[in-house]
């Protein structure tokens, strides 16, 4: 057994034991590291690669970072004071307010912040004399990049869960929509589909492979003893994987056999309710229990970084999520090639039980693999520890990048007058700047100094008066009509800020004269009244005379 073989069993029982603390149904596949040094033969073993499922701490899980949008938007309960009353005993009774407590509040996002007391309430149903009682309400989770799920999805309902609903998913950011699963208490009926059989302990019967399926369940009156909240089981562990293999499941999904990867990745959750609960006449008000109410969606995954990535940086406060790529990819997910590595076309990280694959491993001219023609073999001997290294350019020649970065290729050769001339281009330019030889700024930056090797700063701009984030060479805005200054700021004369700080035009009003008297009038007015009173005020008493005394 050589060396190489016991490292790449280490690593894969490493990354199943990963899998068992998290405690998901879906092993992790690929390579914990991306590349190792191995000092005594000297060598770097560059694999495929991916992160640590998501949660495994605790610290934050995939639903965190998801925001959450209902349709219509004023599905919400509180946008006007509603009273409402709980479903299990309709004497319990509250008032829901935006602007109100805590206890009052039932906020979209409170379905994925995992705190106890506070949940995710709709308005209540609308009466329809006709006798529909459908109320569909639409909920969608975008998650900020692709994720692998590792296991089912778990959706916990306030008191009560839904007649009839079904989920969807979209693996392109709410471009297209698959359904994953159907669930009603008369599945023929509504959706025209069989219902599968729930067997002791969870396990469903009559599941075709990975198709959507119809669960048929109902939360009456047998729920209302039950103390326990309603929940329904997306179910991503489906018989159909759980019979292959590990390498046959691994192989399959990071190739997408059979549909495996597509099934399991998801960018966007959506969840369509279509009609509430069955009624419940203990407590009464029955017309106040009409609404959903939602606690917990729980979504286990890791991040999709296409083989690339052995790590993920996660933010929970501004909801967003980044591969840390390698292997010479950019991008959130590491689908594309780092500039001017596109030697080759860029391809996703493959699977190989010995972990011997190729990595897409993206190049440059410069890339000390591509110089000695060892780039498609899965490690490289000759150029050490350094495996992105690249070549020094001959007779000394130092990149002349402004002091923005200490990296350059060779990037075009023309041909002019019989002369062989090489265009050199800086790489990663570093302080806002762009350009062959990083001396320009990028689009909304300037630099004050004429100086190419002073960093560029940020223009700083009032948006509602500006064109724009963009600024001249002195930091000054391209302002809106009305408005001037460095930051488009102020107001020209014959303008000014409404209430919104932008600069509007003043529109002429009269003003009163220096000869007006104590009446505040104008001359011209006093002229009209005066000449009311002496004309026209006879002729009307004249006529009221000689109409009412003949």
Not at 230 to 241: G, H, M, N, Q
Not at 347 to 368: R, V
Not at 385 to 410: F, L, M, P
Not at 522 to 545: A, E, H, M, N, Q
């Amino acid at each position: 057994m050589t060396r190489f073989t016991v490292y790449a069993r280490a690593v894969v029982l490493s990354g199943l034991f990963c899998c068992l603390l998290a405690k998901e149904w879906l092993p992790r596949c690929l390579n914990s590291q991306c590349e190792t040094y191995e000092e005594e033969d000297n060598r770097t073993l560059v694999t495929s690669c991916e992160p640590e499922n998501v949660g495994v701490d605790d610290s934050i899980k995939v639903h965190h970072l998801g925001k959450v949008e209902v349709s219509p938007q004023n599905a919400t309960c509180g946008y006007s004071p509603t009273k409402f009353c709980a479903w299990k005993n309709g004497q319990s009774c509250r008032t829901c307010k935006i602007n109100g407590t805590k206890e009052r509040l039932h906020n979209p996002e409170y379905m994925v912040d995992e705190i106890d007391w506070r949940w995710w309430q709709s308005v209540l149903q609308p009466f329809d004399a006709s006798g529909n009682d459908m109320f569909p309400i639409n909920i969608t989770i975008r998650l900020p990049i692709k994720f692998i799920l590792t296991d089912n999805i778990v959706i916990t309902f306030h008191e009560s869960c839904p007649r009839d609903m079904f989920v969807e998913k979209s693996i392109d950011h709410g471009r297209t929509w698959v359904v994953m699963q159907y669930y009603s208490d008369n599945c023929k009926a509504v959706f025209g589909m069989d219902p599968v059989q729930e067997r002791s302990g969870g396990k469903l019967s009559g599941v075709d492979g990975l198709k959507a399926f119809c669960i048929e369940k109902s939360c009456g009156e047998d729920h209302v003893r039950d103390p326990n909240p309603p929940k329904v089981t997306v179910v991503i562990s489906r018989e159909a994987l759980k019979k292959l293999s590990e390498p046959d499941l691994c192989r399959n999904m990071i190739e997408n056999i059979e549909g495996v990867r597509s099934f399991l990745e998801i960018t966007d959750l959506r969840i369509r309710l279509l009609r509430t609960a069955t009624k419940n006449k203990e407590g009464g008000n029955l017309e106040l229990k009409k609404h959903y109410g939602i606690d917990q969606v729980s979504i286990k995954g890791r991040c999709q970084c296409n083989g690339h990535a052995s790590e993920c940086t996660y933010d929970k406060d501004s909801q967003t999520a980044r591969c840390k790529c390698r292997h010479n990819t950019a991008e959130k997910d590491c689908s594309k090639c780092r500039t001017f590595f596109w030697l080759k076309p860029w391809t996703q990280g493959e699977y190989d039980e010995e972990l011997k694959g190729h990595t897409g491993l993206c190049l440059s001219y410069s890339s000390l693999i591509y110089r000695n023609k060892s780039w498609r073999k899965p490690y490289a001997k000759t150029y050490g520890e350094d495996v992105y290294a690249t070549v020094k350019r001959k007779g000394g020649i130092q990149c002349n990048c402004s002091g923005h970065s200490d990296r350059c290729q060779k990037l075009i050769i023309e041909k002019k007058e019989d002369k062989v001339v090489e265009v050199v281009s800086c790489i990663e330019c570093s302080h806002n700047t762009t350009g062959l030889r990083c001396e320009r700024c990028k689009s909304r930056f300037h630099r004050v100094s004429n100086n190419k090797s002073d960093p560029c700063t940020p223009c700083i701009c009032i948006r509602i008066n500006s064109k724009g984030f963009h600024c001249n060479k002195t930091g000054k805005c391209r302002c809106k009509t009305g408005a001037h200054g460095m930051k488009c700021g102020l107001c020209i004369a014959g303008y000014r800020k409404n209430r919104k700080g932008r600069c509007t035009e003043v529109k002429d009003q009269p003003t009163a004269k220096k000869d007006d008297g104590p009446s505040g009038g104008s001359r011209d007015l006093r002229d009209k009244v005066t000449r009311f009173r002496s004309t026209l005020l006879p002729l009307f008493f004249s006529f009221y005379f000689v109409l009412f005394n003949y």
